[in-house]
């Protein structure tokens, strides 16, 4: 989460890479694969009860955003700032000195409208 978290400083247009998901069946030694997704991060990830969104702590550290089962009614983000924002508290959650005054979201929000056009 950290890498991707400052990445978006440079590259907020991260947030609407296309992602490809395989959904497989492992056939003795071989693989088949049985539907393919084309998603975007924030439609994989969703909220958490415990860790504000979907991911992976080691020893309280966020190490990875995992993915929800978004074939399921309202697992994942329903948009892209819904799940800036989820990031934005789990920063103040597991990095509290690192990011004052709520910088990140408006940094965030301010260079995806700059590279994009479009709002956050």
Known sequence: MDAYTRSLFVHPDRLDANHLVFGYDLEGESLRVVDFWVKKIWEMAGESS????????????PVNIRPKDWRTRDASFG??????EALDAALK??????????????????????????PL
Do not use: C, D, M
């Open 50 to 61: 415990k860790n504000i969104l979907s991911l992976q702590v080691k020893q309280n550290i």
């Open 79 to 84: 948009n892209r700032r819904q799940f800036v």
């Open 93 to 118: 959650k597991f990095y509290p000195e690192r990011y004052h005054g709520g910088n990140w979201l408006k940094q965030v929000a301010t260079g995806y409208q700059a590279k994009t056009g479009i």
